[in-house]
């Protein structure tokens, strides 16, 4: 039709209708498509349904391509047209100026106009035949594959409302034809036999696991048991851990008290250390004040004797000068008046050497009183220095008995204080066990509820575990009559060679 238009509207309206029945054609493998996806059929049917859309779409873009070559032909008519009425304008122009001419011009135009018509009704004839075998080719093999599929797809249906209506998965689809659907139905065949097997392992599986769920629940009444046992006994170490945390509380408040006692303690070490300590410096200053005075009563011992030498001396020289007055006097006797002069002043130094030899008599005993007091003052003395220095002995041993008792005040106060943050700590992780200790009888509570729903789900899932098994009997399945096996299996065609692009006898019913 396309070919045999003349007109560009003639062309339009057989463009538009080839193109209405691509559309119908289209929507009919849609449809199909349709079909084959509703009973889940492998990918390569897709693909065929794909292929041929294609071919459809290829036969549509084959006929637009002939329709532009039509407008073409009838663009170039219309050139033909317009360079004839030209040539005929010319003709009649020349026509004026030679008869002959225009004669013989108009015989050629004509020859010229009717080679190139003839050509051009050859041209249409030939394009009208190539469209038309397109279109028939096209046709028959459209009609060709929709027909297999349809028929396959009849099959397959039939096969698949029987398994449904029977239950029995140990049936397979029939194959007879050797084309892309004998792969589909290769592959349902399979996905049956798969069923089948699962259909036998949960069957199988709903049995362990009837047997499972009631050793679940002996297992879950056990814990049951065993967790309310756990849980009293929690109870009772959460009563032992509060009277813990009591007690460690009052030991370190106790430890505190000693803390501070210690502290004061080592306070007043430290101050009789340090009265301790200027006592020490006192005594030695005393101990070099006796020590002086020792050495000034020592002086006053020497100096005394050498004042006793000196009144011996004086003695001495009272005797003497007692013998030289009486020696005086005697020679005055002697000398008569001459000498009686002499004799009173011998008389007078006789009575000065009487007094000063009893001046010194008095003197002799006071310097030996004297040297017998400072004798038992250097004794004494002697005696405080000894003391003293024991004093200073004894101080300095009281100073590091003090120093001894600061630094062991010291280091108890540091063990106090140590012990004093470990009972906190102990107080504080005490505490924490104890909330630990409730935390775990809440989960242990938990747990023993937690038991009791278990136990409960349990009798549950043995319920559904034989519902289950009663649901599965109702089919067929490898595990009551043996494995189920395709009743064709064919290789899938090579690329390149798929059957729906010829017609083939396969189609058959």
């Given at each position: 039709?396309?070919?045999?238009?003349?007109?560009?509207?003639e062309?339009?309206?057989?463009?538009?209708?080839?193109?209405?029945?691509q559309?119908?054609?289209?929507?009919?493998?849609s449809?199909?498509?349709?079909?084959?996806?509703?009973?889940?059929?492998?990918?390569?049917?897709?693909?065929?349904?794909?292929?041929?859309?294609?071919?459809?779409?290829?036969?549509?873009?084959?006929?637009?391509?002939?329709?532009?070559?039509?407008?073409?032909?009838?663009?170039?008519?219309?050139?033909?047209?317009?360079?004839?009425?030209?040539?005929?304008?010319?003709?009649?122009?020349?026509?004026h100026?030679?008869?002959?001419n225009?004669?013989?011009?108009?015989?050629?135009?004509?020859?010229?106009?009717?080679?190139?018509?003839?050509?051009?009704?050859?041209?249409?004839?030939l394009?009208?035949?190539i469209s038309?075998?397109v279109?028939?080719?096209?046709?028959?093999?459209?009609?060709?594959?929709?027909?297999?599929?349809?028929?396959?797809?009849?099959?397959?249906?039939?096969?698949?409302?029987?398994?449904?209506?029977?239950?029995?998965?140990?049936?397979?689809?029939?194959?007879?034809?050797?084309?892309?659907?004998?792969?589909?139905?290769?592959?349902?065949?399979?996905?049956?036999?798969?069923?089948?097997?699962?259909?036998?392992?949960?069957?199988?599986?709903?049995?362990?696991?009837?047997?499972?769920?009631?050793?679940?629940?002996?297992?879950?009444?056990?814990?049951?048991?065993?967790?309310?046992?756990?849980?009293?006994?929690?109870?009772q170490?959460?009563?032992?851990?509060?009277?813990?945390?009591?007690?460690?509380?009052?030991?370190?408040?106790?430890?505190?008290?000693?803390?501070?006692?210690?502290?004061?303690a080592?306070?007043?070490?430290?101050?009789?250390?340090?009265?301790?300590?200027?006592?020490?410096?006192?005594?030695?200053?005393?101990?070099?004040?006796v020590?002086?005075?020792?050495?000034?009563?020592?002086?006053l011992?020497?100096?005394?004797?050498?004042?006793?030498?000196?009144?011996?001396?004086?003695?001495e020289?009272?005797?003497?000068t007692?013998?030289?007055?009486?020696?005086a006097?005697?020679?005055?006797?002697?000398?008569?008046?001459?000498?009686?002069?002499?004799?009173?002043?011998?008389?007078?130094?006789?009575?000065?050497?009487?007094?000063?030899a009893?001046?010194?008599v008095?003197?002799?005993?006071?310097?030996?009183?004297?040297?017998?007091?400072?004798?038992q003052?250097?004794?004494?003395?002697?005696?405080?220095?000894?003391?003293?220095?024991?004093?200073?002995?004894?101080?300095?041993?009281?100073?590091?008995?003090?120093?001894?008792?600061?630094e062991?005040?010291?280091?108890?106060?540091?063990?106090?204080?140590?012990?004093?943050?470990?009972?906190?700590?102990?107080?504080?992780?005490?505490?924490?066990?104890?909330?630990?200790?409730?935390?775990?009888?809440?989960?242990?509570?938990?747990?023993?509820?937690?038991?009791?729903?278990?136990a409960?789900?349990?009798?549950?899932?043995?319920?559904?575990?034989?519902?289950?098994?009663?649901?599965?009997?109702?089919?067929?399945?490898?595990?009551?009559?043996?494995?189920?096996?395709?009743?064709?299996?064919?290789?899938?065609?090579?690329?390149?060679k798929?059957?729906?692009?010829k017609?083939?006898?396969?189609?058959?019913?």
């Amino acid at each position: 039709m396309i070919m045999l238009s003349e007109t560009p509207a003639e062309l339009d309206r057989a463009t538009a209708e080839v193109q209405a029945i691509q559309a119908r054609i289209s929507r009919n493998m849609s449809q199909a498509g349709k079909g084959i996806k509703e009973i889940k059929s492998s990918g390569f049917v897709d693909d065929t349904v794909a292929a041929i859309n294609g071919a459809v779409a290829s036969a549509g873009s084959s006929l637009r391509t002939i329709s532009a070559s039509q407008r073409k032909v009838q663009e170039n008519m219309t050139l033909v047209d317009s360079s004839v009425k030209k040539v005929k304008m010319v003709a009649l122009e020349q026509g004026h100026k030679s008869e002959a001419n225009v004669q013989s011009t108009a015989q050629e135009q004509q020859k010229f106009v009717s080679v190139v018509t003839q050509r051009v009704d050859l041209f249409k004839k030939l394009l009208i035949g190539i469209s038309l075998a397109v279109i028939g080719l096209v046709l028959i093999l459209t009609i060709t594959t929709t027909v297999c599929i349809v028929r396959s797809l009849a099959r397959l249906n039939g096969s698949i409302v029987a398994i449904a209506e029977t239950g029995d998965f140990t049936k397979t689809a029939e194959i007879r034809n050797d084309d892309e659907f004998a792969v589909t139905i290769n592959a349902f065949n399979k996905l049956l036999d798969s069923f089948s097997r699962i259909l036998a392992k949960v069957s199988e599986s709903s049995g362990k696991l009837t047997g499972s769920s009631q050793g679940l629940t002996r297992t879950a009444q056990a814990i049951h048991s065993t967790t309310q046992e756990q849980s009293t006994s929690v109870g009772q170490v959460a009563a032992a851990a509060v009277e813990m945390s009591q007690t460690i509380s009052m030991v370190s408040q106790n430890t505190s008290r000693i803390a501070q006692s210690a502290t004061e303690a080592r306070q007043l070490a430290a101050c009789g250390a340090d009265v301790v300590s200027q006592t020490g410096r006192e005594v030695q200053e005393i101990a070099r004040t006796v020590q002086e005075s020792t050495v000034v009563m020592q002086t006053l011992n020497e100096r005394s004797q050498q004042v006793g030498e000196i009144v011996d001396v004086i003695i001495e020289i009272t005797d003497q000068t007692n013998l030289l007055a009486l020696n005086a006097a005697i020679e005055a006797a002697r000398a008569g008046d001459h000498g009686r002069g002499f004799a009173v002043v011998a008389d007078e130094v006789r009575k000065l050497a009487t007094s000063t030899a009893e001046a010194t008599v008095g003197i002799t005993e006071r310097v030996k009183a004297i040297q017998a007091d400072a004798a038992q003052a250097v004794t004494a003395m002697n005696k405080s220095l000894e003391r003293v220095r024991l004093g200073v002995e004894h101080a300095g041993q009281a100073g590091d008995s003090l120093r001894q008792i600061v630094e062991s005040v010291t280091s108890l106060q540091g063990m106090a204080s140590e012990i004093a943050t470990a009972t906190v700590e102990l107080s504080s992780t005490a505490e924490q066990i104890s909330t630990d200790i409730v935390a775990i009888e809440k989960v242990s509570d938990e747990t023993v509820k937690a038991a009791a729903a278990i136990a409960v789900e349990s009798d549950a899932l043995a319920g559904l575990s034989v519902e289950l098994k009663t649901e599965i009997s109702r089919f067929t399945h490898t595990g009551q009559q043996g494995p189920a096996l395709p009743a064709k299996c064919v290789n899938p065609p090579d690329a390149g060679k798929l059957s729906w692009l010829k017609p083939s006898s396969n189609c058959a019913a």
